[in-house]
């Protein structure tokens, strides 16, 4: 008996299987390097973290505060500092821009102690200047700068009546 000729097109669906079969495995390979966090924002923290690395990550919340100070008094709003990570971290926090001396962080429970993972804190920050727009930005960061989040600060204030 002679052999039977495969034509061309009869060995496509064959081919469309076996590309489908490496595309699978493919795809689960990247979803598994982003889920240990060797490729991209993964939940180990990413940028080459391994899996069980302990990762630093804060956030921040508002991101953004505003001010409206009357002629008297100054006013006071709250961030809120979430440790997003793996192992405790310190806080620190400072104020800078052109109108920085404008503007107090008040760290409040944030520097008393090393915050816990899943853990938040408060900073307190105060706005006291004359009549004008002021603008300055909070930054808040964890273990020496080892990851830091930003709070941009505007205000107006009337300034002193009579």
């Excluded at 495995?25 to 302990?54: C, I, K, M, R």
């Excluded at 192992?87 to 409040?108: H, K, L, N, R």
């Amino acid at each position: 008996m002679a052999a039977k000729e495969r034509s061309f097109w009869s060995s496509i669906p064959g081919l469309l299987t076996g590309l489908a079969g490496v595309l699978t495995g493919v795809v689960g390979l990247l979803g598994l390097a982003f889920n240990q966090g060797w490729l991209g924002d993964g939940p180990t923290g990413g940028e080459g973290a391994s899996a069980g690395a302990e990762v630093v990550r804060i956030s921040v919340d508002p991101k953004s505060l505003s001010f409206e100070k009357g002629p008297a008094g100054a006013d006071t709003e709250t961030v809120t500092v979430t440790n997003d990570g793996t192992e405790p971290v310190t806080i620190s926090t400072t104020v800078t821009g052109e109108d920085e001396d404008t503007f107090e962080a008040q760290d409040g429970d944030c520097t008393r102690s090393q915050i816990p993972s899943g853990a938040s804190c408060s900073v307190e920050v105060v706005f006291d200047a004359g009549a004008g727009r002021y603008e300055a930005m909070l930054v808040v960061s964890a273990n020496d700068d080892e990851q830091r989040q930003q709070v941009e600060l505007t205000a107006t204030s009337a300034g002193l009546l009579g």
